[in-house]
């Protein structure tokens, strides 16, 4: 059997991603921090390696022997009290990863990005892997380190690494058990923790069409190539609208207009510094400036090249509905009973070329 290497498998991708190989017949083994939570990889037959990304001889010997890599760990967080952790994990653990499987030879390596280092237009058009981030004062420093990160990535696939880069948009399902600010986002409006909407736009995209993705980035990926795995392009507002239609929870009436967003921003992360920065502010300024755009992107390449096929996310928000509720994260009562008859329907390759509107007509 194959033996796949992968790192960031407690995460809420890498967890998916290992049942992905498992199910396919894969030997994984994970490198795993000593600190981190295992509860996505209950049950599963993973062999796990203690270590970090800093310890490149850890991360070698525990490579040797395998024939593919998945690099998806990643310091995903839009504040951070020492900023330098944060590039220290996402570019020097990237450099560590890939000069490993350069020494090893390995087969084939599947980098996990994001559509955080595509570049945005400005506007409401989906933008794709030509486009790339330009820094400016309001780029945060996860942005900056994962488009460095990516950098590395490209540049060790120049060298001769069969390196394949893929960049998930905003993933949404079960398992989240951190959650991710997506899945806050989502827990927010279970717990009617959100008494307005900002005026933004996200892509949305099932977790297990991302896993998916990945391998078929493996098997089919062109080397040194970029593929956004999104799926619709959906307003913030027609989120919650769907949202709504799965719980019975009423949409916020209310639209916050940026200033007061950007306002409350600076005073979370003041009383987050007050507080000695232990825990992260509720609102983070780097999240009120990435909201600022819409961010929506064109995935096409990837159903194109990889024949890749997302469900909708419909569908994938009713998962995570449904496994907060199931593990105890929503605190208040539905008004209504769940709407269980969403299908996780799989469109035709012809049927996506136009995501947004078929997104915008699934919310009206």
């Given at each position: 059997m194959p033996t796949a290497f992968i790192t960031g498998a407690t995460g809420f991708i890498g967890g998916h991603m290992v049942r992905r190989l498992c199910g396919r017949g894969y030997q994984v083994r994970a490198l795993v921090r000593p600190s981190s939570c295992y509860n996505t990889l209950k049950s599963l037959p993973v062999e796990l390696v203690k270590g970090?990304?800093?310890?490149?001889?850890?991360?070698?010997?525990?490579?040797?022997?395998?024939?593919?890599?998945?690099?998806?760990?990643?310091?995903?967080?839009?504040?951070?009290?020492r900023p330098s952790e944060m590039y220290a994990a996402n570019v020097e653990g990237t450099r560590n990863v890939m000069q490993a499987a350069w020494d090893l030879d390995i087969k084939k390596v599947v980098y996990t990005s994001t559509?955080?280092?595509?570049?945005?237009?400005?506007?409401?058009?989906?933008?794709?892997?030509?486009?790339?981030?330009r820094f400016d004062s309001k780029t945060g420093h996860y942005k900056k380190s994962k488009f460095m990160a990516e950098q590395e990535a490209l540049r060790f696939a120049k060298r001769g690494l069969p390196v394949v880069i893929v960049n998930p948009s905003a993933p949404v399902g079960s398992h989240d058990w951190k959650p991710t600010p997506t899945g806050r986002l989502i827990l927010d409006f279970l717990n009617r923790r959100m008494p307005m909407y900002f005026d933004t736009g996200l892509n949305m995209v099932d977790v297990e069409d991302v896993a998916e993705g990945h391998l078929l980035a493996l098997?089919?990926?062109?080397?040194?190539?970029?593929?956004i795995l999104g799926n619709e392009n959906l307003s913030l507002k027609q989120i919650l609208v769907l949202l709504s239609g799965i719980t019975g929870i009423p949409v916020p009436g209310i639209r916050c207009p940026y200033?007061?967003?950007?306002?409350?921003?600076?005073?979370?992360?003041?009383?987050t510094w007050l507080g000695g920065g232990a825990r992260e502010p509720r609102i983070p300024r780097e999240g009120v400036y990435m909201a600022r755009n819409y961010m929506y992107f064109d995935s096409?390449?990837?159903?194109?090249e990889l024949g890749f096929r997302p469900g909708t996310v419909q569908s994938a928000l009713r998962k995570a509905v449904m496994w907060f509720l199931a593990n105890g994260y929503v605190k208040k009562s539905l008004p209504s009973k769940l709407n269980t008859s969403v299908q996780d329907v799989r469109p035709s390759p012809a049927s996506l070329v136009n995501v947004q509107e078929r997104a915008v007509a699934m919310a009206e």
């Open positions: 970090d990304l800093s310890q490149f001889s850890v991360i070698r010997d525990a490579m040797s022997g395998c024939d593919t890599v998945f690099h998806a760990a990643a310091d995903y967080r839009l504040w951070t009290k559509v955080g280092t595509i570049g945005l237009n400005g506007g409401t058009d989906p933008v794709d892997e030509t486009s790339f981030l098997e089919k990926g062109r080397v040194g190539e970029r593929y200033p007061v967003a950007l306002a409350a921003a600076w005073g979370s992360e003041a009383i096409q390449k990837a159903v194109r």
